[in-house]
């Protein structure tokens, strides 16, 4: 089981931005691909985006498209998620997974497709 720590989480005021991390301590870590998933209270873990780690290509779900980005440093075994004019609904708590196998297109994978995940990290949006 692939270890990811995310971070870069905490309090926010609306319209502000935050930049989470996902890093893995892997040797050999060449993933299918990296998704960022939320987590709101009493709501359905959702996919808010993800990178193929071959090529950096990414897809963003419509509720954030636009205020998000996602790049990953491949020396560093690292993704990264900025997200820039947070709402009070953003809050959340913000979870990294990985894929390792191709064969889906990232638009329709589902937290069901990705094998490892990290802990979480809460991002609360204050208005």
């Known amino acids: 089981q692939v270890q990811l720590v995310e971070s870069g989480g905490g309090l926010v005021q609306a319209g502000g931005s935050l930049r989470l991390s996902c890093s893995s301590s892997e040797r050999a870590f060449s993933p299918y691909g990296m998704g960022w998933f939320r987590q709101a209270p009493g709501k359905e873990r959702e996919l808010i985006g993800a990178?193929?780690?071959?090529?950096?290509?990414?897809y963003y779900a419509d509720s954030v498209k636009g205020r998000l980005t996602i790049s990953r440093d491949k020396a560093e075994n690292t993704v990264y998620l900025r997200m820039n004019n947070l709402k009070p609904e953003d809050t959340s708590v913000y979870y990294c997974a990985l894929r390792w196998t191709p064969g889906k297109d990232l638009g329709v994978l589902t937290s069901a497709d990705f094998g490892s995940w990290g802990r979480g990290t809460q991002v609360t949006v204050s208005s």
């Open positions: 990178i193929r780690w071959s090529d950096g290509n990414t």
